[in-house]
């Protein structure tokens, strides 16, 4: 019987990977790098599983081995995302600065460490990736999409007011990239698009009711439902905002809570709730 390889392993890691079972790329991810310990994909992608699993310093541990293999933009990205997770604000900003060294133009790596430099309080600093950010972003989408640039990001052509179209007439640019990190699941990263998207529009109920999402996803279950008891006070009538503080409240085992929120969503006939309340109750 022939052995296997570590590239073979390798692609047992990515079908896994695709189905979302962790536990058996886990377990072909480290077969690869004990037969390779050099191959900087594998601990790319072990990080990645690790980070779901919320074992965000051993994610960091992997990617900090594979940029010592091959230093690459993305990967200095992806750690400095975690440390700003980890509130570890000065390797953050190391890290998206190392970013951009190796990628001039990289709106992300400005977009993150302009938004490192808004919670320290260093607004000079965050006004200029932000502006560089919306500047370059902007670029992209009209190189790849010309017919629909000017649709869907109302920035300034002339670049003289790009920080204040970019954080105030254009705050949906915020609201869309936090959609996108729920979407593909980081929803670290979408909690802070909303936090700064919030800061400006503190009465859309939408954007706290998918910070509450996220947050049930981390299994932060008490600050999801402050979320969702935010977006219910602006907007009552919402059913999906009963069914998923329901939700929260049943698995913070506020069994009674749940039942009135799901009992509110069910009289707005939502369906979700009302399969709820007949599994649980």
């Not at 980070?51 to 960091?60: G, L, M, P, T």
């Not at 992806?78 to 604000?89: A, H, I, M, N, T």
């Not at 947050?215 to 999801?224: C, G, I, P, R, T």
Request: charged share 35%.
């Amino acid at each position: 019987m022939n052995k296997l390889s570590a590239e073979d392993y390798f692609k047992k890691a990515l079908k896994n990977i695709e189905k979302e079972d962790f536990k058996h790329s886990l377990y072909y991810l480290n077969k690869v790098i004990k037969l390779n310990p050099k191959y900087a994909k594998a601990y790319i992608h072990r990080a990645y599983i690790k980070e779901q699993n919320f074992n965000i310093k051993a994610s960091i541990s992997d990617l900090t081995r594979a940029i010592i293999l091959n230093k690459n933009a993305e990967i200095f990205l992806k750690r400095g995302k975690l440390f700003l997770s980890l509130k570890e604000y000065k390797k953050a900003i190391r890290d998206f600065s190392s970013a951009i060294k190796l990628k001039p133009k990289y709106a992300q790596a400005y977009l993150n460490r302009g938004w490192t430099y808004n919670i320290l309080m260093k607004k000079k600093e965050a006004k200029h990736d932000f502006n560089k950010a919306a500047e370059l972003d902007y670029l992209f989408i009209k190189l790849n999409n010309e017919n629909n640039a000017d649709k869907n990001y109302s920035i300034d052509k002339t670049r003289k007011n790009v920080y204040c179209y970019y954080l105030k007439k254009d705050d949906s640019y915020f609201y869309d990239k936090a959609e996108r990190e729920f979407f593909y699941k980081d929803y670290i990263g979408c909690i802070y698009f909303l936090n700064y998207f919030l800061n400006s529009n503190p009465k859309y109920f939408n954007g706290y009711h998918l910070r509450g999402l996220a947050k049930l996803e981390l299994k932060k279950y008490k600050e999801a439902i402050l979320d969702f008891d935010y977006a219910i006070k602006l907007n009552p009538i919402k059913a999906t905002y009963y069914t998923n503080r329901g939700l929260a409240n049943y698995l913070d085992k506020n069994f009674k809570d749940a039942y009135l929120d799901w009992k509110k969503a069910e009289e707005l006939n939502d369906e979700d709730a009302i399969k709820y309340l007949k599994k649980y109750f």
